[in-house]
Every structure is written in structure tokens, then in C-alpha cells.
């Protein structure tokens, strides 16, 4: 199934439950409003995948060294462990660019900011920090 159909059969499939933004609005952040409805379960599907993905890159990545040890790292077997990661790092940055490009499309004032969720469902305009606008390039 190709990546988008995936994710919009995940977005129209996923429950808030109880998942809900856990960050607390700092000093220095900026509420900018709610996020919409319609973006919520994107939210959730973007939290659990990035927990999800984060643990299945330490699997992966103990598996390779594993078989690393005493092995040519091109092995068949790294290989495909690595095109593995690659999938699973791909579907995660998917997800993340399509959620916060929605958050942004909603909030153009964001465009050129960090920005966050938290508690409430309040999107916050992040405080500028020191090197954010790096992390921004580096990170997305």
C-alpha cells in the first residue's frame, strides 16, 4: 500500500483514547489557538509512531550490531535490517512533515517558529532559544 493511502486510512482509523498532549505551556511560549479537530488524531498518530519508531530503531539497530559482531557489515541480513530502519525512519518523517505542515497551514503565523501542543490542545508559538533555528534546519 503506498504511503499516503496508509496514512490516511490511519488518520480516519485512530481514536483520541487517551492520548492527549502532555507539555505544559512554558514561559515564553505564545498561544496561538487550539489545534482542530480534524488534526487531532493526525496528533496521535504522529505521538505513537514516534514512540513506536524510536523503539524499533534501538531493536533494529541491536540486531545489526549483533550481527555485526564477526560479520561483513554488507551482509545480506544488515542489509535488509537496514532497509528496515530506513522504511520505519521514512513512514515517521511522512507522518511528522504532514502533521506539522497541517499545524502551520492552520497557523501561518508558526511558518517561521518552532512550535508546539500542549495541554488543552494549545498550539504555542515556542520561546526562541539559543541554536532553535539550527535544530529547526537539522530536524525539520
Given at each position: 500500500m503506498n504511503l499516503l493511502k496508509w496514512l490516511v486510512r490511519e488518520v480516519m482509523e485512530t481514536r483520541l483514547g487517551n492520548d492527549h498532549p502532555d507539555r505544559e505551556v512554558q514561559d515564553g511560549d505564545e498561544v496561538v489557538g487550539e489545534l482542530p479537530e480534524e488534526l487531532k488524531p493526525l496528533w496521535v498518530l504522529y505521538s505513537r509512531l514516534s514512540d513506536t519508531t524510536s523503539?524499533?530503531?534501538?531493536e533494529l539497530s541491536a540486531r545489526i550490531n549483533a550481527l555485526s559482531d564477526g560479520k561483513k557489515a554488507d551482509s545480506?541480513?544488515?542489509k535488509d535490517l537496514i532497509l528496515k530502519g530506513d522504511a520505519a525512519l521514512a513512514r515517521h518523517n511522512f507522518v511528522k512533515d504532514a502533521f506539522w505542515g497541517s499545524v502551520k497551514d492552520a497557523f501561518p503565523v508558526?511558518?517561521?517558529t518552532g512550535a508546539g501542543v500542549c495541554k488543552g490542545w494549545k498550539v504555542v508559538s515556542l520561546k526562541p532559544t539559543p541554536g532553535l533555528m539550527l535544530g529547526l534546519l537539522t530536524i525539520g
Open positions: 523503539s524499533k530503531l534501538v545480506p541480513e544488515v508558526l511558518v517561521r
